[in-house]
C-alpha cells in the first residue's frame, strides 16, 4: 500500500519520488562481498520470482570469494540450480541491450549458442527500448517481493570485493586477472517497498518484451490456500544479514528518458536538488561520476552562503581508459574546479580513497551513487551525479528519511561513520568520536590522517578550451534526440500534430502548439559535425599519446603496414564492406575512411569510402523496406507518423539535410527512409551529397595525418583550415534552410509540407 507523505517530509510523490512505501527492515550493503552473500541466501528462499534487473549481468560471476570453496558458485550456475530444485519458481533477468562496441567485453548473449545456456524457467531478455546513446542502468533484485535489492552493483565481473579493499586480494580477479578494489552500496529492504521494486522491474520488462509478467501475489492464487498461507509466512530476509532499520518508510524516485511517446521521468534530479536545498550542516557525498550541471549549481549555491554546509565528494581518482578520462573526467574537473572557486568559506572537499601498495595506473573504483544529508536523510541507488542519470538513462535510487526518529539518526551517522572509516583505515567507533570531537567532517578527516590510507584531495587536471568542453560534452547528454525530434526541424506543422492511422494521407494542424524557431534552433548555427569529427581527431590523438601504442608502434611503421595490406587485392573490398558493420554498431566511420587514405592514398581513399558508405546506406534502406513495420516503429520511436510524409514528399533535400546534420543514427535513418518507401535515388543521392563534406573532411585529416607520420613539417594546415572553413559553411547554411522552414511555418501556418 502506497503511503501518504508526511507534510513534514522531504519526499513528494509525482515531484520528487514515484512511491513512499513502508519497508519492514531496511539495511546497508557496503561492497560486493556483503551484496552477494545476502543476494545468495535470499535467492535460496525464493518460492515464486527472482526478478533481476541490471546494466550488465554475467553468467560466470563468482558470488562467494572469502575462501577457494566459496568461489566455486557461480552465477549462471547458481541461478538454473534454484530454478532445477523448485518447478514454480521462475527467474526474469532483464539487462541493456548495449552496443556491440561498447561490449566488447560482455557475455555472449545466451541465445546466440555460446557459453551459458539458462534453464527452461530461467528467462534472459534485453532492453532496447531506451533512446540512441542511452541505456538501462538499474540494478534491482526482488525476490517473491517480498526482498529486494537496489544499488550501484550489477551481478557481474569485476563488481566484488571486502571492506578492506586490500591491494593483493588473491581472490579479486576475472580469469585469472587481477582488477583493482571495487568500492560501492546496496541497500536491502523488505515488505512493501519490494513489492514496488518489483512493480518497476515488471514494468520495464513488458516495455522491452511486450510479455506481461504477474506478480507472486497473483501466482499464489492457483495454489491451496494452505499451501500460500504457509508460503507468505516464510521470510525471504536474510538470517546472516542484521537490519539497521525497522518498520521505516522509503521514497522510490526514477529517472526515465521522453522516449517512444513517454513523457520520461525526472524525480531522481528533483530530489536531489531538494537535499542539497535541505541540508544545514553537512552533505556526503560518493559517487562514481560527478559532472551533473544543475546539481553542480546547486551545490556552488550553497557554499556561497556563509553558513552554508560543509561538502564533501568522494570520487575514484582515475578513470576507466583514456576515453573517459578525456571525456568525463575533464568535464568532473570543470565541474569540480566551479565547486572550489564558488568556496568562499573553506567548506568543500573532493577527494578520493588511497591506499598504499596499489599497482601503478590503478586506483580504488568508487562506484557508489549515495549521499547523506546530515543526519536526517540517507540515499542509495544506481543514479551517477551525471547528467545522463538524470534524464537519458533508466535509474532508480532509494531515500529514507529520520523525520526526527533517533533510531534513524543514529542509522545514518553509522553509516557515514562506517564508509569513512573504510576509507581511512580506522574504526567506526575512533571516526564516529572524531567527528562528535571536531564538528565537522573536515576537521575529523585531518586528525584521522595515514599515510598508507587516507581520502587525498583530488588533482586538478590541465585546463582545456571552451568549445573542446562543448564537444567532450557529447559524451554526457541531459536528454535524448529521438528521431522524433525530425518533425521540428523538417516539418511546417506542429510537432503535436499527427496523421491518422485510417488515412496516411491526412495531416492534423495545430497552431497554437507550434514551436518558434528561435526556441528549436537557437540564435546561431549548429556544429554538430564539426564537434563530431573535432572529437574523431582528439580521441585518434588520445589513443596514440595515452595507450601503450605509443610505445611499439611509430609513425614509419604504421605507414608501411597499411600500405603493405593495401596491396592485398581483397582489401579495398573488404574496406568498402566495413562501413556496413561499422554503421549498426556506431563505429566511427572517419577511421575507416582514415585506413583507406593511408593504403590508398588521398583519392582513390575519398572513392572507397563513399562508395562504403553508400552501399552502408543501401544496406540499412534494404532493412527498413523488409523489416516489420512494428519493428521500425520501435526502433524509431512511437512518433514515427511525423516525419513519414516529410522524408516522403521532401525526399532529396530532407535526406541531404539529415545527412549533413544527423540527429539519429546513420543506420536508423536508412532503415526509416526504406520503411516508407522512399524513392532510392533520392535516398542516395541525399546521402551522397550530406555525407560528402563529413567524408572530404575526414580524407584530409587521413591525408595530412600521413603526411604528419612521414614528415611533420611537410602538413598542410592551409588546407586542414580550409576544409573546415567549407564544411562550417554547408553546416550553416542547411541549418540556416531549416530555420527559414519553421520560419515559414510559423508566420504562414504552412500545413503542406511542399508548400515550403
Not at 271 to 285: F, K, T
Not at 380 to 394: F, H, K, P, Q, V
Not at 637 to 650: E, F, M, N, P, T
Request: glycine share 8%; proline share 5%; hydrophobic share 45%.
Amino acid at each position: 500500500m502506497t503511503l501518504p507523505a508526511a507534510p513534514s517530509t522531504l519526499l513528494q510523490p509525482g515531484r520528487n519520488c514515484w512511491r513512499v512505501e513502508k519497508a519492514q527492515r531496511a539495511a546497508f550493503l557496503v561492497d560486493g562481498d556483503d551484496y552477494f552473500r545476502a543476494f545468495v541466501e535470499a535467492a535460496r528462499k525464493a518460492k515464486r520470482s527472482i526478478l533481476i534487473s541490471g546494466w550488465d549481468f554475467h553468467s560466470r560471476t563468482r558470488l562467494l570469494c572469502r575462501d577457494r570453496k566459496d568461489c566455486e558458485l557461480e552465477l549462471g550456475d547458481f541461478l538454473n540450480e534454484l530454478a532445477r530444485r523448485n518447478r514454480h519458481l521462475h527467474i526474469h533477468i532483464l539487462i541493456w541491450d548495449y552496443p556491440v562496441i561498447f561490449g566488447l567485453d560482455r557475455e555472449w548473449a545466451p541465445f546466440y549458442g555460446l557459453g551459458w545456456k539458462p534453464y527452461r524457467r530461467v528467462h534472459f531478455r534485453y532492453d532496447n527500448t531506451h533512446p540512441t546513446g542511452g541505456s538501462h542502468h538499474q540494478k534491482i533484485v526482488v525476490i517473491d517481493d517480498a526482498v529486494a535489492f537496489n544499488g550501484g552493483i550489477d551481478l557481474t565481473y569485476r563488481r566484488w570485493d571486502t571492506n578492506d579493499h586490500s591491494p593483493d586480494n588473491e581472490y579479486r580477479q576475472v580469469k585469472g586477472t587481477a582488477y583493482p578494489p571495487f568500492h560501492d552500496l546496496m541497500m536491502a529492504v523488505e515488505g512493501d517497498v519490494a513489492r514496488s521494486l518489483g512493480d518497476i522491474v515488471r514494468e520495464r520488462w513488458r516495455k522491452a518484451t511486450g510479455e506481461v509478467l504477474q506478480p507472486p501475489a497473483a501466482q499464489r492464487r492457483v495454489f491451496r490456500r494452505k499451501a500460500a498461507a504457509e508460503e507468505m509466512k516464510t521470510s525471504r530476509w536474510p538470517q546472516s544479514l542484521a537490519a539497521h532499520l525497522n518498520d521505516v518508510e522509503v521514497g522510490i524516485s526514477r529517472t526515465a528518458p521522453a522516449v517512444n511517446g513517454d513523457p520520461g521521468v525526472r524525480e531522481i534530479e528533483a530530489l536531489y536538488l531538494d537535499m542539497i536545498a535541505a541540508a544545514r550542516n553537512s552533505i556526503y557525498i560518493e559517487n562514481q561520476y560527478f559532472t551533473a550541471d544543475k546539481v553542480g549549481d546547486a551545490l556552488a549555491a550553497r557554499l556561497a552562503e556563509p553558513d552554508g554546509p560543509e561538502i564533501i565528494v568522494v570520487l575514484r581518482e582515475l578513470s576507466h581508459g583514456w576515453l573517459e578520462e578525456l571525456t568525463m573526467q575533464t568535464l568532473r574537473t570543470r565541474l569540480v574546479q566551479k565547486l572550489r572557486e564558488a568556496d568562499k568559506y573553506n567548506r568543500f572537499r573532493a577527494c578520493y580513497p588511497f591506499i598504499a601498495g596499489l599497482k601503478e595506473g590503478t586506483c580504488i573504483d568508487v562506484h557508489s551513487k549515495m549521499i547523506v544529508i546530515d543526519d536526517d536523510l540517507v540515499r542509495i541507488g544506481s543514479a551517477n551525479l551525471a547528467n545522463r542519470s538524470m534524464g537519458m538513462d533508466t535509474e532508480c535510487d532509494l531515500t529514507i528519511e529520520a523525520r526526527g526518529r533517533k533510531d534513524i539518526q543514529e542509522q545514518i551517522r553509522g553509516l557515514r561513520s562506517l564508509l569513512l572509516a573504510e576509507h581511512l583505515g580506522f574504526e567506526v567507533q575512533q571516526v564516529s568520536e572524531a567527528i562528535a570531537t571536531a564538528g565537522n567532517l573536515r576537521d575529523a578527516m585531518d586528525r584521522l590522517h595515514r599515510e598508507d590510507r587516507t581520502l587525498k584531495p583530488l588533482n586538478e587536471l590541465p585546463q582545456v578550451s571552451d568549445t573542446l568542453l562543448n564537444v567532450i560534452s557529447v559524451a554526457d547528454p541531459e536528454k535524448p534526440v529521438g528521431l522524433a525530434d525530425l518533425a521540428q526541424i523538417f516539418s511546417p506543422r506542429s510537432p503535436e500534430a499527427s496523421m491518422a492511422d485510417a488515412n496516411p494521407g491526412a495531416f492534423v494542424t495545430d497552431r497554437s502548439e507550434q514551436i518558434e524557431p528561435s526556441e528549436e534552433f537557437g540564435a546561431g548555427p549548429a556544429w554538430g559535425k564539426i564537434a563530431g569529427i573535432a572529437l574523431v581527431v582528439i580521441a585518434l590523438t588520445a589513443l596514440w599519446k595515452l595507450t601503450p601504442l605509443h610505445v611499439y608502434l611509430e609513425g614509419n611503421r604504421i605507414m608501411g603496414w597499411a600500405r603493405e595490406v593495401g596491396q592485398t587485392w581483397w582489401v579495398p573490398i573488404l574496406t568498402v564492406l566495413a562501413f556496413t558493420p561499422a554503421s549498426y554498431v556506431m563505429f566511427p566511420r572517419p577511421l575507416i575512411t582514415l585506413f583507406a587514405v593511408i593504403a590508398y592514398g588521398p583519392i582513390w581513399g575519398f572513392v572507397i569510402a563513399m562508395t562504403g558508405i553508400q552501399v552502408a546506406a543501401w544496406s540499412s534502406y534494404v532493412a527498413g523496406k523488409r523489416l516489420d513495420p512494428v519493428t521500425v516503429r520501435r526502433m524509431a520511436g512511437a512518433k514515427l507518423d511525423k516525419i513519414l510524409q516529410v522524408l516522403r514528399r521532401r525526399g532529396l533535400l530532407a535526406m541531404t539535410a539529415l545527412r549533413l546534420v544527423p540527429l539519429a543514427p546513420f543506420a536508423v535513418e536508412g532503415v526509416v527512409a526504406g520503411a516508407i518507401r522512399m524513392r532510392l535515388w533520392e535516398f542516395l543521392l541525399g546521402t551522397a551529397i550530406g555525407i560528402l563534406p563529413g567524408t572530404l573532411t575526414s580524407t584530409v585529416f587521413g591525408d595530412q595525418l600521413s603526411t604528419w607520420l612521414d614528415d611533420p613539417r611537410r602538413i598542410n594546415y592551409w588546407a586542414i583550415a580550409l576544409v573546415l572553413i567549407l564544411l562550417g559553411g554547408a553546416t550553416w547554411l542547411v541549418r540556416r534552410w531549416l530555420l527559414s522552414a519553421a520560419s515559414t511555418s510559423s508566420r504562414h501556418g504552412v500545413s503542406d509540407p511542399r508548400a515550403v
